[in-house]
T-cell receptor, first 108, second 112 residues
Framework: QKEVEQDPGPLSVPEGAIVSLNCTYSNSAFQYFMWYRQYSRKGPELLMYTYSSGNKEDGRFTAQVDKSSKYISLFIRDSQPSDSATYLCAMSASTLIFGTGTRLQVFP | DGGITQSPKYLFRKEGQNVTLSCEQNLNHDAMYWYRQDPGQGLRLIYYSQIVNDFQKGDIAEGYSVSREKKESFPLTVTSAQKNPTAFYLC???????????FGQGTRLTVV
């Protein structure tokens, strides 16, 4: 079993939809959680980070952590075609452990 | 501007050659990381360094070497022992454990 599981998609949604991206993890020692957005042939860009259970909101993005279930989510409201990218979750230990990424396509 | 700079953006290697990928950061971060990204496989850790003059192997270190002589620099050498080096290489840095990490724009290495 991988330490971090993430559905690779692709996930295809119409413009304006609410998108839900999820990761599960197995190591209860993880305390810091991040979401990255990666456009094709570019480096990952940090979107959100959180170190506690609950919700954190930034504009159209909301990160949610449920440590009891070992489950994290990223919600994107009013999705735009420019949100089309691969989204990576990451967990912090002595190193950074990444999910495989979910490819999102938002069509006009 | 603070950030992480990887160079070159594209690199071509002949069979049997060693090549070195550069990673420089001016964020005053202690920890630096090298990842390899292949289609459908996510990011796999090659090497990481938490402090100057110290580094540890990641999950796929065979065929790679690194050095950390300066805080701001963490070059990666892809040696001829790496049998399948064609990939997208990403460098990242952060202050320490339980802090967010930032990435460079990557180097795409192709064996010709």
């Amino acid at each position: 079993q991988k330490e971090v599981e993430q559905d690779p998609g692709p996930l295809s949604v119409p413009e304006g939809a609410i998108v839900s991206l999820n990761c599960t993890y197995s190591n209860s020692a993880f305390q810091y959680f991040m979401w990255y957005r990666q456009y094709s042939r570019k480096g990952p860009e940090l979107l959100m980070y959180t170190y506690s259970s609950g919700n954190k909101e930034d504009g159209r993005f909301t990160a949610q952590v449920d440590k009891s279930s070992k489950y994290i989510s990223l919600f994107i409201r009013d999705s735009q075609p420019s949100d089309s990218a691969t989204y990576l979750c990451a967990m912090s230990a002595s190193t950074l452990i990444f999910g495989t990424g979910t490819r999102l396509q938002v069509f006009p | 501007d603070g950030g992480i700079t990887q160079s070159p953006k594209y690199l071509f290697r002949k069979e049997g050659q060693n090549v070195t990928l550069s990673c420089e950061q001016n964020l005053n971060h202690d920890a630096m990381y090298w990842y390899r990204q292949d289609p459908g496989q996510g990011l796999r850790l090659i090497y990481y360094s938490q402090i100057v003059n110290d580094f540890q192997k990641g999950d796929i270190a065979e065929g790679y070497s690194v050095s950390r002589e300066k805080k701001e620099s963490f070059p990666l050498t892809v040696t001829s022992a790496q049998k399948n080096p064609t990939a997208f290489y990403l460098c990242a840095s952060r202050t320490g454990m339980n802090t967010e990490a930032f990435f460079g724009q990557g180097t795409r290495l192709t064996v010709v």
